[in-house]
């Protein structure tokens, strides 16, 4: 009987996905002789074997790389589309505050994008101490409770003109209309939130037509100024003529405000725009998307006879989510119900690492092995070793398993597209789903010219019982070490066994 060859991992990336072997994977992840690298740089197989798995790797420059293609796909875009109005890149620091992120994407030359009083005390803070310079933009947005209101009226009060409140409800305006210094404002057109009725709940935020007419008069008939007038659709909008044709409708607004309202500028379509983390083959056109959107803007400016706006685009996603991933380990593999993939288990929690995966229906993360890309694929279905929860897997039942090399126990996965949100949303330095620690964190940053990295030990288990309202232990319990048994050396378990015996040696 003739037996068929299986196909190996790089055959079936190449054949699935059009990836070869050596070369780029995405637009953030390269494979050469065999390594993975994250932007090129930080060796993810090397940083395995040092470090061992579960861990972290943080690669900031990834975040420069992501504005700096952005503004040239931008200018590119106004050249094409004979755009006059300027294009700002700003970040919206929701989709991750780690000081590293913002301050990154701030030395990148990035306008700023508030969601919560929190977040204008850090804008106010690092304006302060210039990681924040003087004239960036600072746009605060969502609904403000009487501490953000407040804290946008400090920042105001201690000098910082560019900040500016865009608008959720008028309210916000009977507040922050007595404020004595002239502030500059935008205004969040609500029917762009949900009118393609595919962002239910995105439908909550702005204010309505009438409202925006109202709004515009108080502010004409005070010290201060609107600017700006903001129409965000959704997230992670790929398909562009969809991301165009609802937009249109606000750009036909912000012209009809503008022959009002002399000051308005600023035409703000959010965020939304997609990001290559999510899936392997991922292709957007960002300059087409761009030069389109900028060619709407024109012609819809020429025929209401008003100047083009300065277009302002508030990425949160595209700016940080490839700059992370999360290293995991194949510890043990169960095998699955009859006729079912087996599963690979991990030294982690996929529902902590990933929440989106359970959050956001259909939410994919690109998946990478580190070795075993010329060993057999098989069909396999993650599960989080870390807690017993039942959710705690990926992909989600009613998605098709993902094809794995099959060395089962030893394999190391590089889960990509992790830097935005997720953190955010399991919280950072918390007590976890079934206690699940926090991984070692590598973070690299570009220091003067230099990449500089920095370790950051795994959350011990003291801190999350001190979380939790534990008291500390009077005695140190001893630590107890059991005889090791030969087990088969893998990426990870190989530094995991030399970190144990360091300490054990330590400890004697
Ligand atoms: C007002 C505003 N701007 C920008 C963003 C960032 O969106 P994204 O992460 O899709 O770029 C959001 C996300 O919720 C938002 O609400």
Avoid at 144 to 152: C, D, G, T, V
Avoid at 297 to 307: H, K, L, M, Q, S
Avoid at 424 to 451: D, K, N, T, Y
């Amino acid at each position: 009987m003739v037996q068929l060859k299986k196909q190996i991992y790089a055959e079936y990336i190449q054949d699935r996905h059009g990836i070869a072997p050596e070369g780029p994977i995405t637009d953030f992840l390269t494979r050469e002789q065999g390594q993975i690298l994250l932007g090129g740089q930080a060796n993810l197989n090397r940083l395995a074997n040092r470090h061992g798995a579960p861990l972290e790797v943080v690669y900031t420059p990834q975040i420069t790389t992501q504005v700096e293609r952005m503004r040239t796909w931008a200018e590119e875009a106004r050249q094409i589309s004979e755009y006059t109005g300027t294009f700002l890149y700003a970040y919206a620091t929701k989709a991750n505050f780690a000081a590293e992120a913002v301050a990154t994407a701030l030395a990148a030359g990035v306008h700023y994008e508030t969601s919560a009083a929190a977040d204008v005390m850090i804008a106010q803070r690092l304006w302060r101490q210039g990681t924040l310079p003087k004239g960036r933009l600072i746009f605060c947005h969502g609904s403000k409770e009487p501490n953000y209101l407040a804290a946008i009226r400090e920042l105001r009060s201690d000098g910082c003109e560019t900040i500016t409140p865009v608008l959720d409800d008028l309210n916000e305006l009977e507040d922050l209309i007595t404020c004595p210094h002239t502030m500059q404002f935008g205004v969040r057109e609500r029917a762009a939130g949900n009118r393609d009725g595919r962002h239910p709940g995105q439908d909550r935020f702005g204010l309505s037509g009438a409202e925006i007419t109202r709004a515009a008069e108080m502010i004409a008939a005070s010290r201060h100024r609107l600017v700006l007038y903001h129409a965000m659709i959704g997230s992670q909008v790929e398909d562009e003529a969809h991301f165009l044709n609802t937009l249109r409708d606000s750009v036909v607004g912000y012209c009809r405000l503008r022959q009002q309202v002399p000051t308005l500028r600023y035409f703000n379509f959010g965020g939304g725009v997609p990001t290559s983390g999510y899936r392997l083959g991922f292709e957007f056109d960002y300059v087409g998307f761009l030069t389109r959107l900028m060619r709407v803007i024109r012609d819809t400016c020429t025929e209401y006879d008003v100047p083009m706006p300065d277009l302002v685009g508030e990425f949160g996603r595209y700016t940080v989510a490839t700059h992370s991933v999360f290293l995991l380990e194949v510890g043990a593999v169960k095998s699955g119900q009859p006729g079912e993939p087996d599963w690979y288990l991990v030294n982690g929690s996929l529902m902590v690492s990933l929440p989106d995966s359970i959050l956001v229906e259909g939410q994919e993360f690109v998946i990478v092995p580190l070795n075993g890309w010329d060993r057999p694929v098989r069909p396999v279905r993650l599960a989080g070793r870390r807690t017993c929860d039942s959710d705690d897997v990926y992909p989600r039942p009613d998605q098709p398993p993902l094809m794995l090399p099959d060395i089962g126990e030893g394999l190391v996965l590089a889960i990509c597209g992790v830097g935005a949100y997720q953190q955010m949303i399991s919280g950072r330095g918390g007590a976890h789903h079934c206690l699940s620690p926090e991984p070692a964190r590598v973070v690299f940053s570009q220091v003067e010219g230099r990449l500089q990295s920095r370790y950051v030990p795994q959350q011990d288990q003291a801190t999350i019982m001190r979380l939790l309202g534990y008291p500390p232990q009077q005695q140190p319990v001893p630590l107890r070490i059991a005889p090791s048994a030969p087990v088969p050396i893998s990426l990870g378990a190989m530094a995991a066994r030399r970190r144990m015996r360091e300490r054990v040696a330590r400890a004697r």
